[in-house]
């Protein structure tokens, strides 16, 4: 009975992991708009160093400085769109000349 119940209990403590991380994610707001994104961000950004420092100096490693990073998803976020709506735009445009190009190609072969 024991080995039927592993399985269920594995499955059980992944499913409960992942509902938690979903509900941490959903409740901070990274699933909502660009705007609470930057502001969840911007919290990370003042929470995450003084708990590594604190983890730092009670395990007493030493860490290279922190990177300064300059982002701003809603720029990244608006670009990204952006870029993949031009790359649908163009798309039909490109296929019919990439044809074009392999039909003159296999054209010139045969002759």
Do not use: R
Not at 26 to 31: A, E, I, P, R, V
Not at 56 to 85: C, D, H, M, R, T
Not at 99 to 104: I, K, P
């Amino acid at each position: 009975m024991a080995a039927n119940l592993f399985p269920v209990l594995k499955l059980a403590t992944k499913v409960t992991i992942a509902g938690g991380a979903l509900y941490v994610t959903y409740d901070s707001g990274l699933l909502g708009g660009s705007e609470q994104g930057s502001e969840v961000l911007g919290k990370a950004k003042a929470a995450i160093p003084p708990a590594v420092d604190e983890w730092v100096k009670y395990f007493g490693f030493k860490l290279p400085a922190f990177p300064k990073i300059g982002f701003s998803p809603i720029e990244a976020w608006n670009s990204g769109v952006q870029s993949s709506i031009s790359a649908l735009s163009s798309g039909p445009t490109a296929l019919g000349g990439y044809t074009n190009q392999g039909l003159q190609y296999l054209k010139d072969l045969t002759k």
